[in-house]
């Protein structure tokens, strides 16, 4: 109705386009926000629409600027209208999840999906390398991806978009030919352009060929200098999060802590005899084998209640000592060390301890474990042993105070008795904050550490 008055009025005055223009600017203005139409005004332009352009159809004489003008408001129509047509609310995005509270940002380390890829909701679709932990980034919808909004080594922190996942069924036939596009359209050209090139490529390097071997410099240099391997042989990686963060808190634990390291030796026979002799009722009656990390654990706890200093952590002026025993266990991975804590451990029995060893040790394979597992910490023991390591002197892990390192356990011969006989031996070492623990504390420790593991049944009797 509103067209048909416009046109009318046009008509009347004889006038050229210039009334039009001035509806096709508003018009244009008002396409500019079609979000601020209501669903009835948009079936009103679309019914203008549809008016419009069987206006255009009609052969007004003397009027040709009316037929151009109403082209113009029924095209411009069609633009205004189509934003409509399509679904809102069929894309979700996918963005970096809260990371713990001592995290602050990460690293995309590696894409698990492809752009056009159908995805499930809460698959991973990407994961995170942080300082401690490697994080996946999960799918909040099931649907498939479009695009990814970062790129592989690009820092991100809790909240970023990822990805843009649409759910509709047919967005993987608007994905995958933007994604081929430019491959196709790289590949294309590139044949010809060395079809074209090969003619002209083949009369230079004829003329040179016979000068490459004519050049005396290669050798003269050669005599001079020492023969290093070509670059070429060469690999630069970039360091991940994980070992920047491992080297990094190694140095500082050297150039903050007055590091000493005591060793002794052990004596293992009694307590491979008690592992022989009760592995099966063991395994039978708790699901879990027994082995000799749970000896050591409870042989620690029990030094750390003889000696409290152990347990205790300098912080500037004061010291703060630790009435429980959380126990770090050192794990090596292929992506690097962690840490993971056996909190409470001295209110575990063996099976408790050997099945939280167990479960720390398969998520830290895995890279499953979680921030909480790993916070925290009065006391760390690490077991070397388990790669052929016969002596050592480990690191404090901080802010601890001092690491019990374990070996290899290797048959020596032994005087018992009177007379020498082998004995599966095993030395182990402590390493010691010597601003904190005097020697004496740290001798003691590790003797107690010796007898209880030599005599499991001190802990019986609590002696």
């Known amino acids: 109705m509103m067209l048909r008055a416009v046109i009318r009025r046009a008509a009347s005055k004889g006038s050229s386009p210039s009334l039009f223009g001035k509806s096709l ?10 979000s601020l139409l209501t669903g009835s005004e948009t079936r009103a332009f679309l019914h203008c629409g549809n008016h419009a352009r069987s206006f255009h159809n009609l052969a007004l004489p003397g009027n040709s600027g009316i037929s151009r003008s109403a082209s113009l408001v029924s095209s411009t129509l069609q633009r205004w209208v189509r934003p409509f047509s399509s679904a809102s609310g069929d894309t979700v995005e996918a963005v970096v999840p809260h990371m713990g509270e001592s995290i602050t940002d990460g690293t995309l380390a590696t894409f698990l999906k492809k752009p056009g890829e159908r995805v499930q909701a809460d698959e991973a679709i990407a994961q995170i390398e942080t300082d401690k932990v490697t994080i996946d980034i999960a799918s909040p919808a099931s649907g498939v991806i479009q695009e990814f909004l970062v790129k592989e080594g690009d820092t991100v922190e809790p909240g970023t978009k990822v990805a843009i996942i649409s759910k509709s069924e047919d967005a993987a036939s608007h994905v995958t030919p933007s994604e081929k596009i430019p491959e196709a359209s790289d590949a294309k050209p590139s044949p010809p352009a060395e079809d074209k090139q090969k003619p002209k490529v083949e009369s230079a390097p004829v003329a040179e060929k016979p000068k490459a071997p004519s050049s005396p410099p290669p050798p003269k240099q050669s005599a001079k200098e020492p023969q290093l391997p070509p670059k070429e042989r060469e690999r630069r990686v970039p360091m991940t999060r994980l070992r920047k963060r491992v080297a990094t808190r190694l140095k500082d634990s ?20 008690l592992r022989s002799r009760y592995k099966d009722a063991f395994y039978e009656k708790h699901g879990v084998k027994l082995g000799l990390m749970s000896g050591f654990i409870k042989a620690a706890v029990s030094a750390l209640q003889h000696q409290p200093v152990v347990n205790a952590v300098i912080d500037g002026d004061d010291i703060i000592y630790r009435d429980y025993v959380d126990i770090s266990i050192a794990v090596g ?20 301890i050997e099945k939280t060893i167990n479960t720390l040790a398969k998520k830290a394979n895995e890279g499953t474990i979680s921030i909480d597992e790993m916070a925290g910490g009065s006391f760390t023991v ?62 003691y420790f590790l003797r107690r550490v010796k007898d209880v593991v030599e005599d499991p049944q001190r802990l019986l009797l609590d002696i």
């Open 25 to 34: 600017q508003s018009s244009r203005v008002a396409a500019s926000s079609p």
């Open 254 to 273: 050297q150039n903050t802590f007055a590091l000493l390291t005591t060793f002794n030796e052990v004596d293992m026979t009694n307590l491979m005899k």
């Open 382 to 443: 690490s077991n070397g042993g388990v790669y052929g390591s016969l002596i050592s002197t480990p690191i404090i892990n901080p802010p601890q105070s001092a690491i019990l390192g374990m070996h290899s356990i290797v048959s020596r011969p032994m005087v018992v008795g009177g007379s020498v006989v082998p004995r599966p031996m095993m030395y182990v070492a402590l390493t010691y904050d010597h601003r904190l623990i005097d020697g004496r504390e740290a001798v």
């Open 333 to 352: 991975t292929s992506k690097g060390l962690v840490v993971p804590v056996i909190r409470g451990a001295d209110k575990m029995n063996f099976a408790e």
